[in-house]
Nanobody, 121 residues
Framework: QVQFVESGGGLVQPGGSLRLSCVAS????????IGWFRQAPGKEREGGSC????????VYADSVKGRFTISRDNAKNTIYLQMKNLKPEDSATYYC??????????????WGQGTQIPVSS
């Protein structure tokens, strides 16, 4: 069972950048990929970024594509989310989870506790 701990959140101004880290621990053998997702208060979870464990292929939701970049450092068991040109609508709590990058978000599991990103002036 893989477990995740997210960090790197904090207040950022519109147009700014931030890099989130997701440290994985436990059994990580049996999964296809790891994704970053977000959830704003009163809204459903969305905005997925996912990286495949097999070949590093990445996929992104339209809401974050072109601004967010997911990457990994296997030596550190860490998955990163580099966020650029942040917008107020990016304000949310960001989570990482394990699943199939080509599959639905609802199939992801082992969600971390999240790290909060307020984007505000």
């Amino acid at each position: 069972q893989v477990q995740f701990v997210e960090s790197g959140g904090g207040l950022v101004q519109p147009g700014g950048s931030l890099r989130l880290s997701c440290v994985a621990s436990g059994f990580t053998f049996d999964y296809d990929g790891i994704g970053w997702f977000r959830q704003a208060p009163g809204k459903e979870r969305e905005g997925g970024s996912c990286i495949s464990d097999w070949d590093g292929t990445t996929v992104y939701a339209d809401s974050v594509k072109g601004r967010f970049t997911i990457s990994r450092d296997n030596a550190k068991n860490t998955i990163y989310l580099q966020m650029k040109n942040l917008k107020p609508e990016d304000s949310a709590t960001y989570y990482c989870a394990v699943g199939i990058c080509s599959g639905p978000m609802s199939d992801f599991s082992s969600w971390g506790q999240g790290t909060q990103i307020p984007v505000s002036s």
